[in-house]
Every structure is written in C-alpha cells, then in structure tokens.
C-alpha cells in the first residue's frame, strides 16, 4: 500500500522551531521530486518548499526563504522540513507531496499551531 505518513506537528510558540517528518511506505522516494504544502485555514494550499530527487536542488516559497530547510534521506525514504523562527500565521496542515512524470501522492498532512 503506497503512503506518505507525515508526523512532528504540534504547538510552538512564535519564533520557535518545529522538524516535520514525511515517510514514505510502498514505494521508493528517490526517482522522485518531494515537496512540503500547507493550508491554513480558509486558505488554498500553496507551495513551502521543494526538493530534487538527490537533493541538490531546493526552492522555497518567499515567505519561508532563510528560516525554513528542506531535506531528504532517500535511504531511509524519509524527507523533512526544519521551521524555524515560525510566525503565527504559519499555523496549517502541513502536506507533503512525492511527485513523477504527472502522478502524484499526498499525505493526509500535521497539523502545526503557532500560538502563545
């Protein structure tokens, strides 16, 4: 059964840090482009931050350049985003995404609150 299990969401305060977790289980990540999205709510989900299959390539959406980190252990099939210095308005589902040639699949997400 193919998955993506995201985990590591949770309660930070603002300017905190948060690491999130995205497994994958049933295929093999690395021929794949993974990226992490997020929805705030009463928000479209929109792009964080984006990685190539070995990793050398990264892009980021602007609001997360500079205190966000995107990785991945492809022998372990694992990606992660590091957050830090985190606003409230980062508060969302984070999703994150393995996408080859056109088909994708998706987490069922972790939620992260930013909250004092």
């Known amino acids: 059964q193919v998955q993506l299990v995201e985990s590591g969401g949770g309660l930070v305060q603002p300017g905190g840090s948060l690491t999130l977790s995205c497994v994958a289980s049933?295929?093999?990540?690395?021929?794949?482009?993974m990226s992490w999205y997020r929805q705030a709510p009463g928000k479209e989900r929109e792009l964080v931050a984006r990685?190539?299959?070995?990793?050398?390539?990264?892009n980021y959406a602007d609001a997360v350049k500079g205190r966000f980190a995107i990785s991945r252990d492809n022998a372990r099939n694992t990606m992660y985003l590091q957050m830090n210095s985190q606003k409230h308005e980062e508060t969302a589902v984070y999703y994150c995404?393995?996408?080859?040639?056109?088909?994708?699949?998706w987490g069922q997400g972790t939620q992260v609150i930013v909250s004092s």
């Open positions: 990685i190539t299959q070995t990793g050398w390539t990264t």
């Open positions: 995404q393995a996408l080859l040639r056109g088909n994708d699949y």
């Open positions: 049933g295929f093999i990540v690395s021929p794949y482009v």
